[in-house]
Structure formats: structure tokens, C-alpha cells
């Protein structure tokens, strides 16, 4: 990808309405352009670390030991990809008429905004813990450098207890801090009842979610809803979280309709599910110097995706038996992990699971343009092997619909959302 097609190239954020002049149907005014991911990164990364900081000052009015906490929490949550602050933030702009013409709507969707990358560290704390992971985008994991901290300060006690007992708190705090800076946003946007119900669905599906998939770890490989269990997985725990329920949540900040609330999760579930898949590949497949991850970390950690379902349907019952013995399995030699991933590859899972991000991706990108044409047609229903869980419930059938796209876009804007399709769906870490 050329740093033309970059979906990070640096743009303002808009001091004004980004809609062209009014003149057609649902919406009023098409929607020009977008925010660029990186302009909006920065604005929501500066309103979390403020945000922390004065966080940090309150919890060493406590005790001087709490000094660690806010330590912790402003060094965990610097850097990463941004995804969910942006997806919603781009859902407001899609929907509102007003744009960004106040300084007070920009930070109230800047804190919203950085409230769900508060919940996404939080998750990351937990699933670190859960996964007895090492380490976290190159750096030790949050328990392992408390494991350290014991260790160096010569503590009592066993330390990785402390280093997990340490995360399993940070974490929690790290959650009731996002619902803090939640209500924050609320109090300068205002309160709406679909924005409140959206925020907790998503609190709720991302954490039945990881049950789900720390259920899914140890039901045996030749479970008969093996596949199901890991579409479940992908959707609850990642794609909806991930990607439509960002979207859905900025789009009923800006006061979005039914309608259009409908269209946005029919382009951000298939796109959410694209990006989960890919990281089903990365985490198997994936460069450990672009990931930050060791080689088959996935198949360590016991990962049921659905990329270890579909190699499933083609291993040989030896191969099955062996691939049961190593997946979960921490202590793994690189060769036998090198030996498992060569299996799955010829098996057809990556084949498998690669054409369903064609499709997804797809998908997304048919929404993408209905919204810039404003046609009916709209994107076309998910591969017919996806169980029908996944759909949201919301979903009207197409050919129910009435009228045209109740979205619309210009040409920047359909760029824009285009390249960050592109570059959730195939990238590679």
C-alpha cells in the first residue's frame, strides 16, 4: 500500500460540517469526507492520557503506593490501532448533521470514544491473564511486568500470583474508568436511550464473548459445533465489539435513525468479522517481528478458530489426535509448532477461512458503495455457511427494503472507508 492509499494519511479534524449541500433523500446532505484515522488518533489519545493523568492524581490522594496504577494504565494505553475510537467517531460523522462546528461535541466524542479504548485495555488486561500471554505488541504483558516489579523489589510471596492478581485489578479499574469517562461524554453530547443500550450490549457481548472463548478451549476438537462455537467466538467476542458496534454507537450519538443505524451494522459486521478472521490468520501464520506475537502463538494459547474448524473437515483422524495433543499446549517446541501450522495450511483451513475475508470484505465494501450511490441495492447476505447467530438481530431482510440508502457519501468519504476496509481485512499485524 502506497502512502497515497494509506488510509492513516494526516488530515485536520474538521472545524465544521463535512456534508455537501442538501438535496436528496433520508439523509440530508451526502457526507463528503471523514476524519482521517491518525488525526483522530491523536485527538482521542490526548483526551485519554488527560484523563488518566488526573485519574493517577486522585488515586495518589489514597496512598503513594497507588502510584503504580496510573502508571500502568497511561503506559498499557499509548500506542495500538486505535480501531474502535475511530470506527465511532466516523459513525457520528456519518449520520449528524451538525459535524464538528463546537469544540464541546468534539471532546464529548473524543471521551466517548476513548471510553471504548478504555474497555478494549481492559479486555486486553484480562485476556493476557487468561491466555497466560508473555507479551502485548512486542512489550511484556501487564502481569508480567508486575511479576517483574516483585521480583526486582524483592517482595514477598510467590510473583506471578502478584503479577496476576495485580492485572486482574488494574483491569477492573481499567473498566470502571471507561464507564467514567462513558458518562463523561454523555453529560456534554447528551443522554440518549439507544446510545445506553448500545454501550452496554457491547460491554456484555465482549465479555460473554471471552467466556465463550474460554469455554471453546476445552471442548474436545471433535465436538460436532465446533465451527458454530467459533463463529460465535469471532462475532461476540471480537467482530461486533470491534468494528459494528463502534460504528453503531457514534452513529446513535449523532442521533442516527432506525434505518440508518440498520445499514451501518449490514457494513460493519461483515467488515468486523474480515478483520477477526485476519487475526485468526496472524495468529497462526503471522511475521513475529510485524505481530509482536511469537510464531503459532494461537495454537499455544488453544485457539478453537474458526481456521482450526475448517482444517478440521480435511486432517486425517492421526492428524486430528495429534493437533489435539499439541493445541494448549504452552511448552510447545517451535518445531512442533512449525509442524502444526504446515498441517493446517495443507489441510485448507487458511484457503478456507482467506475466501471468507474475500467475501466479508466484499460485502462491506457493496455497502460502501450503496451509500455512495445511494441505490437500493445493498450488500448481499453473508455466506450461507455462517450461522445464523451472527446476524444482527435487528437486520431487515433485504427485500423488505424500501427506498434507497438512508446513508450517504461522496466520493472522499467512500475513500476513505474503502481504505480502512482494505487495510482491516488484509493487513499484517
Known amino acids: 500500500m502506497t502512502s497515497a492509499d494509506d488510509p492513516l494519511v494526516s488530515r485536520p479534524l474538521a472545524s465544521g460540517p463535512t456534508s455537501e449541500p442538501a438535496g436528496g433523500f433520508g439523509q440530508s446532505r451526502p457526507v463528503a469526507s471523514l476524519d482521517t484515522p491518525e488525526s483522530i488518533a491523536a485527538e482521542v489519545s490526548a483526551r485519554i492520557e488527560e484523563f488518566l493523568e488526573s485519574k493517577s492524581a486522585e488515586f495518589l490522594t489514597i496512598s503513594p503506593d497507588a502510584a503504580d496504577i496510573g502508571r500502568a494504565l497511561v503506559d498499557f494505553t499509548r500506542g495500538g490501532k486505535r480501531i474502535r475510537p475511530v470506527l465511532l467517531w466516523w459513525g457520528y460523522q456519518l449520520v449528524s448533521e451538525l459535524g464538528f462546528d463546537e469544540t464541546s461535541l468534539t471532546a464529548g466524542v473524543a471521551d466517548a470514544a476513548g471510553s471504548l479504548e478504555l474497555l478494549h485495555a481492559a479486555a486486553l488486561i484480562h485476556d493476557d491473564v487468561i491466555d497466560h500471554s508473555d507479551t502485548r505488541r512486542g512489550s511484556p504483558a501487564l502481569h508480567r511486568q508486575f511479576e517483574s516489579r516483585h521480583r526486582e523489589r524483592a517482595f514477598q510471596g510467590e510473583g506471578e500470583s502478584f503479577g496476576v492478581a495485580a492485572a486482574i485489578v488494574i483491569g477492573d479499574i481499567c473498566l470502571a474508568l471507561s464507564e467514567e469517562l462513558f458518562e463523561r461524554s454523555q453529560a456534554t453530547l447528551g443522554i440518549t436511550a439507544s446510545a445506553r443500550e448500545l454501550r452496554a450490549t457491547i460491554r456484555r457481548d465482549v465479555m460473554v464473548g471471552q467466556y465463550l472463548d ?12 465446533i465451527g458454530d462455537r467459533a463463529w460465535e467466538v469471532l462475532s461476540f467476542k471480537s467482530a461486533k465489539y470491534s468494528v459494528e458496534q463502534p460504528l453503531l454507537l457514534g452513529a446513535a450519538l449523532g442521533g442516527a435513525s432506525e434505518e440508518q443505524l440498520t445499514e451501518i451494522s449490514r457494513f460493519g459486521l461483515p467488515l468486523g468479522q474480515a478483520f ?9 501464520f503471522g511475521d513475529p517481528e510485524a505481530t509482536g506475537k511469537p510464531a503459532g502463538d494461537d495454537i499455544r494459547e488453544g485457539k478453537r478458530t474458526v481456521l482450526i474448524a475448517e482444517s478440521m473437515k480435511n486432517l486425517a483422524p492421526d492428524q486430528i489426535r495429534l493437533l489435539a495433543e499439541r493445541l494448549g499446549d504452552p511448552k510447545l517446541s517451535d518445531t512442533e509448532v512449525a509442524e502444526c501450522v504446515a498441517m493446517l495450511a495443507d489441510a485448507g483451513g487458511l484457503k478456507a477461512v482467506e475466501d471468507y475475508i474475500d467475501a466479508k470484505h466484499a460485502e462491506a465494501l457493496a455497502v460502501i458503495d450503496s451509500w455512495a450511490s445511494g ?17 444482527p ?6 427485500d423488505a427494503e424500501a427506498g434507497r440508502a438512508r446513508v450517504r457519501i461522496g466520493a472522499e468519504a467512500k475513500n476513505q472507508l474503502t481504505a480502512f476496509a482494505d487495510a482491516l481485512s488484509y493487513r499484517q499485524k
Open 214 to 225: 474460554v469455554l471453546a478451549e476445552v471442548i474436545p476438537l471433535d465436538d460436532e459445533r
Open 276 to 284: 477477526q478472521l485476519r487475526d485468526d490468520v496472524l495468529g497462526i
Open 393 to 398: 438481530p435487528n437486520t431487515v431482510p433485504r
Open 375 to 391: 441505490d437500493e441495492a445493498l450488500a448481499s447476505e453473508s455466506d450461507a455457511r455462517v450461522p445464523r447467530n451472527t446476524v
